[in-house]
T-cell receptor, first 114, second 111 residues
Framework: DVKVTQSSRYLVKRTGEKVFLECVQDMDHENMFWYRQDPGLGLRLIYF???????EKGDIPEGYSVSREKKERFSLILESASTNQTSMYLCASRPPASGANVLTFGAGSRLTVL | SQQGEEDPQALSIQEGENATMNCSYK?????LQWYRQNSGRGLVHLIL?????REKHSGRLRVTLDTSKKSSSLLITASRAADTASYFCATGDTGRRALTFGSGTRLQVQP
């Protein structure tokens, strides 16, 4: 089974801190995604990456950046955390051009910014 | 952008009853998928239906797709307490690599 691992399940950070959320997948998937999930808003795409060092903005990239130095790892970075970034962050991956873009998700990282 | 909207937002039923959730979307799609999320966890893929299909079954799940109305429904038959979760529809189209998710339906199955 494909496994997507998010290193931190729960984090509490202070406003202004730099925050790193790490995601690792073990199935050699080219495509990786970061979504945030908020009540009533569903999942919103922050960034995605379709290859090493390649990235594209999603629907809500403001306040975030990403890093994909290795194929298996996709990091989400909050340069200066703010309270409105308190949320559940979900990482997902899928193989390339699979015909059906079925995603495999990690367990999520719940971030609280005080 | 919010593509899919699920209806109802919340649903509570008794074990053994059927649960129906609906999803509407706005643009042309290649496929529509349903995912399940247990409380505080990641999403798990349930079923995919392509734009040229009208109905698909998988175990106790039945999905329909009406592209003329831009809507889909997920039916869970003979529900169990373990089906308690949130259910999301997600759409994929050729112009976008990523799926677009709706806001979800919270299903509570009472034992």
């Amino acid at each position: 089974d494909v496994k997507v691992t998010q290193s931190s399940r729960y984090l509490v950070k202070r406003t202004g801190e730099k925050v790193f959320l790490e995601c690792v997948q073990d199935m050699d998937h080219e495509n990786m995604f970061w979504y945030r999930q908020d009540p009533g808003l569903g999942l919103r795409l922050i960034y995605f990456s379709y290859d090493v060092k390649m990235k594209e903005k999603g629907d809500i990239p403001e306040g975030y950046s990403v890093s994909r130095e290795k194929k298996e790892r996709f990091s989400l970075i909050l340069e200066s955390a703010s309270t409105n970034q308190t949320s559940m962050y979900l990482c997902a991956s899928r193989p390339p051009a699979s015909g059906a873009n079925v995603l495999t998700f990690g367990a999520g990282s719940r971030l609280t910014v005080l | 952008s919010q593509q899919g909207e699920e209806d109802p937002q919340a649903l509570s039923i008794q074990e053994g009853e059927n649960a129906t959730m609906n999803c509407s979307y706005k643009t042309s799609i290649n496929n529509l998928q349903w995912y399940r999320q247990n409380s505080g966890r990641g999403l798990v893929h349930l079923i995919l239906i392509r734009s040229n299909e009208r109905e698909k079954h998988s175990g106790r799940l039945r999905v329909t797709l009406d592209t003329s109305k831009k809507s889909s429904s997920l039916l869970i038959t003979a529900s169990r307490a373990a089906d308690t979760a949130s259910y999301f529809c997600a759409t994929g189209d050729t112009g976008r690599r990523a799926l677009t998710f709706g806001s979800g339906t919270r299903l509570q199955v009472q034992p």
